[in-house]
């Protein structure tokens, strides 16, 4: 089991910057990826960024450039920095764990909005 608890959504204005925060239950070491997923009113939730347990990272072409994800072992944290935002990343973005080798189990976070203004 893995909770997953999303923080530093908020309104911003275009070209601005934001950081999200993702604290998980327990070590995320051991956790086999973890990402961010996002959903705009209307559309299909998308893949944002994730990292793997070997700190492969893996992007959305809309964010390449503008967005990085990162991990904080000691603090069971995952983090998506966001850059230079733009009107089409308001959405409510979600945290994403995948845990297990055999058989994987997806959890999820309860999302934070994030709305830039333009």
């Known amino acids: 089991q893995v909770q997953l608890v999303e923080s530093g959504g908020g309104l911003v204005q275009a070209g601005g910057s934001l950081r999200l925060s993702c604290a998980a239950s327990?070590?995320?070491?051991?956790?086999?990826?973890m990402g961010w997923y996002r959903q705009a009113p209307g559309k299909k939730r998308e893949l944002v960024a994730s990292v793997t347990g070997g700190c492969t990272t893996n992007y959305a072409d809309s964010v390449k450039g503008r967005f990085t994800i990162s991990r904080d072992s000691a603090k069971n944290t995952v983090y998506l920095q966001m850059n230079n935002l733009e009107a089409e990343d308001t959405a409510v973005y979600f945290c994403?764990?995948?845990?297990?080798?055999?058989?994987?189990?997806?959890?999820w976070g309860q999302g934070t909005q994030v709305t830039v203004s333009s």
């Open positions: 327990r070590r995320i070491s051991s956790i086999r990826a």
């Open positions: 994403n764990a995948e845990d297990g080798v055999i058989v994987v189990k997806t959890y």
